[in-house]
């Protein structure tokens, strides 16, 4: 074998080398992408966790959410604060569903099944839709505010 034969030889080898290096390298870069499409899927159920635990583990805000939206009773402005904070809070646990959705994080169609839906069986209420109306329009994305609008127009 010529020293040309072991030249071209040797490049061949080192082609084989790289393609497989950077099949390495996209097997892993995939599972990492995976990994961290896992984590965002259990912050946003930490973010919600705390929502939906707040209203099980508490009778007293469980009320206020159903009497208060329901208007099944006047609230005091203490308990309309709080009322507040809670829907803010779910409209924010939302957000996040719907901006990893619009990033492709989550599977399209995860916004408006998941948080989406549960966020406007709240604001479809007497009070919950009198909070969306007056809060929409301060701190939230307008195209947030379109697909959650959409979405109840739907409901």
Known sequence: MSLEHLFFLSQIIASIAVVASL???????????IALQRNEHNSTMQQW???????????????????GLSGERDLDLADKLRQEQMLQEMAWASFHIWDRTRRGIFPKGTFEQTGGALLCSYIKTARGSEWWRSSKGVGFYPGFVADVDTLLAKV
């Open 23 to 33: 099949i390495f390298v996209g097997r892993e870069v995939k599972e990492n992408t």
């Open 49 to 67: 966790t705390v929502v939906r635990q707040a209203i099980a583990s508490n009778r007293e805000v469980a009320e206020l959410m159903t009497t």
